[in-house]
């Protein structure tokens, strides 16, 4: 047989396109022609392919090969093709029986002795290739990962000989299996953050709220008052991430190159990125366009403390993602889109020093100094916030005594599970992702209300996008309360927390 046809997978985004590998020997001077828009770390498995095959004591045959990777306008990078070039060249030559790929989509890169190694992005193969009808083949190294998609056939192989011994039904390769230790088995993982939080019922309401209708929060307040341990209490209550949610979070990870860690039951994912991140790093991008941390917080947190001191760039990238979902990045010859349905949580002080307006008296920060300071959040990206909260410094009776006030963590929980409930049964999503043609369907308003958001609209200057937040919270309180209509005190109290935006400047 002079030729032959194996399957793998590229990586473009969090898909992974098929990709087949094609090899035809012909007579000529002996040589190894890679075609097929190959970048320079997928030309280099030449050398890498040719190595293993002898070091694996098989026959690397001395003519001309040439080796089609299609489709030809699919970028491809990486050694991800190694191990399917390489059996490709084999069942060519005859080391292999005919058609004996056919039922198998390879991906691993070949170490000059013939070991495989580890890629990136096997998860988002496994999942592609769960519709396929074939078996995946991966390296050792990412067996754990791809054994987390139950619907995809998976194995896995130590060497390049394994696999050969398995085409030539000599042996069965193991079947790759998700880990069965460590954070996974933990059923109910003890609470530090929300028990922790003294006083503050105004704050432990706006993360009740946060929650319930996943919606976007600012924590305003001196050092030192508890805006941190807020942030963190929110991903205490918020339910944990569904299978196929998880599974998303997942592919993100994996095309990162990071540990793909599944999150606690009951506990949803947060990034914390540090203020000098940069807007790439946040947005995604890079030489092979990376996902970002908005991609990285999917279906989680994005929780950016001290948030002035975040660049203008990187929090303007912030702003589409918000509203979209998702991010584009955009190269010469292809685009990626990446998931992004993050809940914004961030935490500020309100000036240089932290102090201004305490009753201490310790800010000597000019009006000039302070108003600089609060302009580095733009109106664009603060109209997107629902929530705006002060979190005042606490009395030292209220610090010392340890009396938890309010709700407790479970019954917190309970509320949230309750609600989300209510809004998925009556309009398949979350209040926060409302669209204009269903807030006017689900946030009806009766006259009175109507006057209420005429009054509010003008004194605070609400723009179109800030009065369907200030509905979509009402939205969220009146479902906390089983309401079925939208009443005056449910938009008083969303007029509320979104007069904080006004404040601010």
């Known amino acids: 047989m002079s030729l032959s046809r194996v399957y793998s997978r590229a990586l473009l985004g969090i898909d992974a396109p098929l990709v087949t590998v094609e090899t035809h020997i012909s007579a000529g001077l002996p040589a190894l022609a890679l075609v097929g828009l190959p970048e320079t770390a997928v030309r280099e498995s030449k050398e890498r392919v040719r190595s293993a095959i002898i070091n694996s004591n098989l026959e690397f045959p001395t003519r001309r090969l040439t080796v089609n990777l299609a489709p030809a306008d699919l970028p491809k990078v990486g050694g991800r093709y190694d191990l399917a070039i390489a059996l490709s060249i084999l069942q060519a030559s005859g080391q292999l029986p005919a058609d004996c790929l056919e039922g198998y989509e390879l991906l691993g890169e070949l170490g000059l002795n013939g070991e495989l190694r580890g890629v990136r992005g096997a998860l988002p193969a496994a999942l592609s290739t769960a519709n396929s009808g074939r078996t995946l083949v991966v390296p050792s190294a990412n067996a754990t990962e791809v054994g987390g998609v139950k619907q995809c056939a998976s194995v896995w192989a130590g060497t390049l000989l394994d696999v050969v011994a398995m085409l030539a039904g000599k042996h069965k390769l193991p079947v790759c299996q998700a880990a ?133 760039r990187t929090l303007q990238v912030l702003r589409e993602p918000l509203e979209s979902g998702s991010i584009t990045i955009s190269r010469s010859s292809y685009r990626v889109s990446y998931p992004a349905r993050f809940q914004l949580v961030a935490a500020m002080n309100p000036c240089p020093c932290g102090f201004y307006g305490d009753p201490s008296g310790r800010c000597h920060c000019s009006k000039e100094k302070v108003l600089a300071y609060l302009q580095k959040i733009s109106g664009p990206l603060l109209d997107r916030i629902d929530l705006v909260v002060e979190v005042p410094r606490l009395g030292l009776d209220e610090l010392v005594t340890g009396i938890e006030a309010g709700p407790t963590l479970a019954e917190v929980k309970g509320q949230v599970k309750v609600c989300r409930e209510l809004q998925l049964q009556r309009q398949s999503k979350l209040n926060a992702m409302l669209g204009p043609l269903e807030i006017d369907k689900y946030c009806c308003l009766d006259q009175a209300g109507r006057e209420l958001i005429r009054s509010a609209t003008e004194r605070y200057y609400l723009s179109a996008r800030g009065l369907h937040r200030v509905l979509k919270l009402a939205r969220t309180i009146a479902d906390l309360e089983a309401a079925t209509d939208l009443e005056e005190v449910h938009i008083l109290e969303a007029l509320a927390y979104r007069s904080g935006c006004a404040s601010t400047y």
Not at 256 to 277: F, N, Q
């Open 180 to 312: 069965t230790t460590g954070v996974d088995e933990v059923s109910d993982p003890p609470a530090k953050y929300y028990p922790a939080i003294k006083g503050q019922l105004r704050a432990k309401r706006a993360l009740l709220l946060a929650a319930a209708g996943r919606h976007n929060l600012l924590l305003q307040g001196p050092p030192g008052t508890g805006k941190t341990l807020l942030a963190n209490a929110l991903a205490e209550i918020l339910p944990a991430p569904t299978e196929e949610e998880a599974l998303q979070l997942a592919a993100i990870q994996s095309v990162c190159r990071l540990p793909v860690i599944r999150p606690l039951p009951g506990l949803a994912s947060v990034r914390s990125p540090h203020h000098t991140t940069t807007p790439v790093a946040m947005a995604g991008g890079g030489s092979h366009a990376a996902p970002g941390e908005v991609s990285l917080a999917h279906q989680g947190l994005l929780f950016l403390d001290e948030l002035p001191e975040f660049s203008s």
